[in-house]
């Protein structure tokens, strides 16, 4: 028996529909992200991840009725990410069906909004989305600091953290799992920054979930044999069809890596 | 009509669990009614019981506390009566003589046993034991009827950094391992408990529920 690496289709979510559309198999509605939820859930994902990157306030409602209706028809676990900012907003994503919730700017705007999390909700639920991109110079602040600096909302922002600092402190903070994203590679197709995704599963003791950057089957496996990662995130490589669940789910087995391959449910 | 209760008390979402329940209740002929209920004369006239949890062992023990009477009503039911019960995670955890989690809290003492850290051998493994793993059945049991269990099994989704450690290896149902023995399922009689979670486990999760939901102890 052993811990299975875990694979997650990510869905970019805006105003309750689906960004640019999912293209694999026979979606009525390739719009709806509960249609592709259901979709992922019978290939065999382990996991889900909604990414809320809806701008405007009115239409931060919508996210809640997406998880909700996911809820009713899949039953595997569901991340949600994106403008989770305040106690409330967890405690209604929790409500409408998420297992775990992804903070990114509030973790970085006040870390300890990262302990009062944890302590109500218990660590497990609570993720946080580490969003990396590799400094152009040594900033000033000694040799300890590692080569990523830690940036919010999509990349567009420097924090002038240190990633691999950022994510310890994230940790002890009460983090109960690390998303670990590239803002380098992100959308590139050119893999995960291994580099990064390793310095920080190597020195934290929870999981971490590597994303940015898959273009091929290969860039999963080199995620979890090279990075350490304990589950690998992707988006376009599923929703446009490039490669099914299973198989990447082949690809990985077929390279010594555990998965999970279930038949569907009854 | 026959009633299956889940009971609320402010410990996670319970709309997945519900749904689940749900699903797997409409396949049968005559589908009993799943209620998600924090009222203890409701849980008194349930036919199945499930008791849930996410969190912190004292904080959900804090919480089921606090529901005036919810106590009494279980142990009335579960103890007395011999109404079908099942634990889910912390849910399952409470069942022990006393959780050690942060500090010594007391259990509702139904499966002797206590609730302590996970401690996996390689230190490169991470805490919590987050994810998909397969089970080793040691004994075999109704809930676990169609579950392939060993390296080739099913899996079960867990999410856990602690686990009850049965004082007797006979409410010792089932494990899994995570560099060691990890329990995964306890029971006794009427009482079946899950570390795992059933309710996100797909199909392995879902006979599990369907079993509970016709299981005559």
Known sequence: MTLKTRLIPCLDVKDGRVVKGVQFVDLIDAGDPVEAAIAYDTAGADELCFLDITASHEGRDTI????ARTAEHCFMPVTVGGGVRTIEDIRKLLLSGA??????????NDPDFIARAADKFGNQCIVVSVDAKQRLSQAPGGDNRSEWEIFTHGGRNATGLDAVEFA???????AGELLVTSMDRDGTKSGFDLKLVRAITDSVSVPVVASGGVGTLDHLVEGVRDGHASAVLAASIFHFGTFTIPQAKQHLHDNGIAVRMDRAAP | MSRVAIIDYGSGNLRSAAKAFERQAAMLDQPPEIIVTADPDIVRGANRIVLPGVGAFADCRAGLDKVAGMVDVLAERVLNYGVPFLGICVGMQLLATEGREKTVTSGLGWIPGSVVPLAPVDPGLKIPHMGW?????????PLLAGVPDGENGLHAYFVHSYHLQTDSPETLIATTNYGGTVTA?????????TQFHPEKSQALGLTLISNFLVWTP
């Open chain 1, 99 to 108: 297992d775990k919730v992804a903070i990114n700017s509030a973790a970085v």
């Open chain 2, 185 to 193: 399922a306890v029971g006794r009689d009427n009482i079946f408990g």
């Open chain 1, 168 to 174: 310890a402190n994230m940790v002890k903070r009460g």
């Open chain 1, 64 to 67: 809640f009725d997406v998880v």
């Open chain 2, 133 to 141: 793993n397969t089970l080793q059945i040691r004994q075999s049991h």
